[in-house]
């Protein structure tokens, strides 16, 4: 049976298992997929074992997105602008990477949410990998204001700078801190820091978010995150936190693996924590 696994430390609350199950049960795929704990610092050796053994496939998650970026012989776009990789496929001594962290987000806003990106004033929070990985996707919809704020701003900066020598507009990119913000509200803010993750605000102005915008936050399962609750203090009318992107950029992966591309909804509806 084909072998497919997502890798991570710790592992161990990953739902990846369950949504691929899900997908392969509803498109009468057979497959099994499992979850491995990567011992730190060995992701190579680890990879190469479950190749060995006749893997077919994984997923990445943190801290090993940027070490699989390295161990892939065969960079997609996505993987090389984020410079994470979230989906290996291995075919022979080929290692072919993608993220599809971006296109989860984005088809999780577009289509799921139903708000379109294209002419909209979109705030990105956070210069890591999270961002990096978002700002192709986004960038596709022809957003008409994209905005990078981080705490270290030079971070933000320079990730512009990036994407501009690249050939991202630099009328639409745009760099810098959360001080720039004071005189600026955006249709769709999207918290991709790491700050949910410890219960912590980004220095976020309330006045950069506007009552009939969205509000997302890519954590998942975390109920109403601090930024989510400003976001409610603002009156923003749309809340969402990252489960569609979850689904969706696992039924990405699942499509690129296995050529059928599975229908999320039920999924995202099994997962779904009220925000409260
Ligand atoms: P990831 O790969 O998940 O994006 P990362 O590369 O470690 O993770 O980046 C984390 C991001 O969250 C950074 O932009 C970080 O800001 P700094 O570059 O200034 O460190 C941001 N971040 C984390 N905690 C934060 C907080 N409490 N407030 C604001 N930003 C925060």
Redesign the pocket.
């Known amino acids: 049976m084909d072998r497919y696994a997502v890798i991570g430390n710790p592992i161990q609350h990953s739902k990846s298992p369950l949504i691929h199950q899900a997908f392969a049960q509803a498109s009468g795929q057979t497959l099994t997929y499992e979850k491995i704990e990567g011992p730190l610092g060995q992701f190579a050796a680890t990879a190469d074992r479950f190749r060995a053994e006749g893997g077919r496939g994984l997923n990445v998650t943190v801290p090993f997105k940027t070490d699989a970026c390295a161990y892939a012989t065969d960079l997609a776009e996505s993987a090389r602008a984020a410079g994470a990789a979230n989906a290996l496929k291995f075919e022979g001594n080929r290692c072919l990477a993608q993220n599809f962290d971006g296109i989860g987000l984005v088809r999780d806003i577009v289509h799921n949410l139903g708000r379109p990106v294209q002419g909209q004033r979109v705030l990105l929070l ?6 990096r990985g978002a700002i192709l996707p986004l960038l596709a919809e022809q957003p008409a204001r994209l905005f990078v704020a ?3 701003v030079d ?1 933000a900066v320079e990730l512009a700078r990036f994407f501009h020598d690249q050939g991202a507009a630099s009328r639409v990119l745009e760099g810098g801190g959360y001080a720039d913000l004071s005189n600026d509200a955006f249709d769709i803010v999207i918290n ?4 949910s993750l410890s219960a ?1 605000l ?2 976020l102005p309330i006045t950069a978010l506007k009552a009939d915008g969205l509000a997302y936050d890519m954590v998942y399962g975390k109920g109403l995150t601090p930024f989510l609750q400003l976001a409610r203090q603002a009156q923003v009318q749309h809340l969402a936190d990252g489960v569609g992107m979850l689904v969706e950029q696992a039924a990405e992966a699942f499509a690129w693996w296995r050529g059928v591309r599975p229908d999320t909804q039920s999924v995202i509806r099994q997962l779904t924590v009220p925000l409260v």
């Open positions: 956070g210069a890591g990998g999270a961002t981080n705490r270290t971070k991709a820091t790491s700050a912590d980004p220095p």
